[in-house]
């Protein structure tokens, strides 16, 4: 394995170009809704004070690979959790393992990219974005953001008013405001937290807002009553059906006939909407993460 590429926490963060992360993520997730994708169930196992996931998948034309994560708390920032592992690709037609990247930037990209993709189940651009968080996920979507929707207005919120401030000046259009002004100001909103509890009110909502939730890997992010009224969207079935961490928390107990697969709307095969409450559920999915693997190891 002497040709094989070890890409360290830096040079994987590198070479994730935003707009190319997204435009594989959308082939994923269409491949995905379509069946094409060969990905298990994911496994975790759970230690005392957080758990391991496993993630194999093939995404044709994409390639294949897997991926370890660890979920723990971060012990410099309590409340916050972090995912540290690595991606290892391989080679779809012989097998040989090409390149060992660091999952912890690529999760946060290729998630990123997946919520950003969201915003598509509706028919037309949002107004002013709210993005709910302070950590590595929050400042990985508002790169994204900034990436390929710099003009669109950002309201940047989360416990701590001063992480706040610093991540809204690393955008060229953002602000803050508390967590509940932010959601009543926009009609987009990202939750990227590692809440256990819900931080987003369904009272707080603007008519035909559009969430996406990536956090909530310990508990629920958005509460029942958004669940509840919301149109629902995951990158796959499983999100409904799995229990957590494979699937969503906020989706346990949900007719698995209300989730309509992202891909679908992106692949063309479902319609967008407009003027309805819309939430795109995250949890993450093997594909995406072959996905951000091989735009990095494209270079």
């Known amino acids: ?29 269409v491949a995905l809704s379509r069946g094409d994708v060969s ?3 994911r496994i975790a196992a759970q230690a005392p004070a957080g758990l391991l996931g496993a993630m194999p998948a093939y995404v044709p034309g994409l ?11 971060d012990p410099g920032h309590p409340g916050r959790s972090r995912h540290l592992g690595l991606v290892a690709l391989f080679d779809e037609h012989d097998g040989r393992p090409l390149a060992v990247l660091d999952a912890e930037p690529l999760t946060a990209v290729r998630t990123a990219a997946s919520a950003t993709l969201s915003l598509r189940v509706r ?12 950590g590595l996920q929050a400042t990985a979507q508002l790169a994204m953001l900034a990436a390929v929707e710099p003009r669109i207005p950002v ?17 060229p259009n953002a602000t803050t405001a508390s967590i509940e002004d932010a959601v009543r100001q926009a009609d987009a909103v990202f939750c990227c937290t590692g809440a256990r509890e819900p931080v987003v009110r369904r009272s707080w909502l603007a008519p035909g807002a559009h969430v996406s939730s990536v956090g909530g890997s310990h508990g629920h992010e958005l509460d029942a009553q958004t669940i509840r ?11 409904a059906v799995s229990a957590p961490p494979a699937g969503a928390y906020e989706l346990q107990g949900i007719d698995p006939d209300r989730i309509v697969l992202l891909g679908e709307v992106l692949g063309g095969d ?10 795109f559920k995250s949890t993450g999915h093997g594909a995406l993460d072959v996905a951000a693997a091989a735009v990095a190891y494209a270079g």
Not at 9 to 14: M, S
Not at 270 to 279: F, I
Request: hydrophobic share 50%; net charge negative.
């Open 123 to 134: 028919g037309r651009r949002p107004d002013r974005v709210a993005v709910i968080g302070t």
């Open 270 to 279: 479902h319609p967008t909407v407009d003027d309805r409450l819309t939430v």
């Open 229 to 239: 009224d919301a149109l629902l969207y995951a990158e796959w079935a499983g999100a």
């Open 39 to 41: 990905a298990p169930p």
């Open 155 to 171: 309201v940047v919120a989360g416990r701590d008013a001063g992480r706040a401030r610093d991540l809204a000046a690393t955008h």
């Open 63 to 73: 390639g294949l690979a897997a991926k370890l994560v660890s979920v723990f708390g």
């Open 1 to 29: 394995m002497s040709d094989l590429l070890v890409l360290d926490k830096a040079t994987t963060a590198a070479a994730l170009d935003p707009q190319r992360v997204l435009d594989a993520v959308a082939v994923a997730l």
